[in-house]
T-cell receptor, first 112, second 111 residues
Framework: AQSVTQLDSHVSVSEGTPVLLRCNYS??????LFWYVQHPNKGLQLLLK??????LVKGINGFEAEFKKSETSFHLTKPSAHMSDAAEYFC??????????FGTGTRLQVFP | DARVTQTPRHKVTEMGQEVTMRCQPI?????VFWYRQTMMQGLELLAY????????DSGMPKDRFSAEMPDATLATLKIQPSEPRDSAVYFC?????????FGQGTRLTVV
């Protein structure tokens, strides 16, 4: 079975400071891992994905995530937050099927 | 610009009425997902199809919900009869491989 745990339901940062959104996964198989972003009243957009290639994955809008098997983590980072980054972020896992299992989400607030 | 199209975008209906939500997946994608999003439960997988065959609908209340793919360009999610607790945003997504593309969702309100 697959699952993800997003460790923070809310994260607040100041504009220009680093962002860290934490995600731990559980999977019986070599997982594929994703981060999706959802802006208010919008659909979900893929930020980045890990599918057993390079462990450091770069995505859109300056985001990146590192797959750490020893820690079963896939944390999302960005060096400098922008006001437009304020949104809900979902960590997602898929195992031996392509069924996507979503975490509960982390709401990112960015203050000026 | 390929995208997943969902209709309607918004639906308000009275309790007991039938609701049908439609999804046009990206042409060529062979996997279609239906998710429901609520404040309390977050994003829940209701059902998914590959090559039009249902693979998993264990997340869907069977007594009132049904999901079908009449053809490769159309997926439907029906609720009959609808109840206020069905109020949510319903997302369709399609994929060919691991990356899923989501539609804008149907916001359903059952009064």
């Amino acid at each position: 079975a697959q699952s993800v745990t997003q460790l923070d339901s809310h994260v607040s940062v100041s504009e220009g400071t680093p962002v860290l959104l934490r995600c731990n996964y559980s999977s019986s198989y070599s997982p594929s891992l994703f981060w999706y972003v959802q802006h208010p009243n919008k659909g979900l957009q893929l930020l980045l994905k890990y599918t057993s290639a390079a462990t450091l994955v770069k995505g859109i809008n300056g985001f990146e995530a590192e797959f750490k098997k020893s820690e079963t983590s896939f944390h999302l980072t960005k060096p400098s937050a922008h006001m437009s980054d304020a949104a809900e972020y979902f960590c997602v896992v898929s195992g031996n099927t392509d069924k996507l299992i979503f975490g509960t989400g982390t709401r990112l607030q960015v203050f000026p | 610009d390929a995208r997943v199209t969902q209709t309607p975008r918004h639906k308000v209906t009275e309790m007991g009425q039938e609701v049908t939500m439609r999804c046009q997946p990206i042409l060529g994608h062979n996997t279609v997902f239906w998710y429901r999003q609520t404040m309390m439960q977050g994003l829940e997988l209701l059902a998914y199809f590959r090559n039009r065959a249902p693979l998993d609908d264990s997340g869907m209340p069977k007594d009132r919900f049904s999901a079908e793919m009449p053809d490769a360009t159309l997926a439907t999610l029906k609720i009959q009869p609808s109840e206020p607790r069905d109020s949510a945003v319903y997302f369709c997504a399609s994929s060919l491989g691991f990356e899923a593309f989501f539609g804008q969702g149907t916001r359903l309100t059952v009064v």
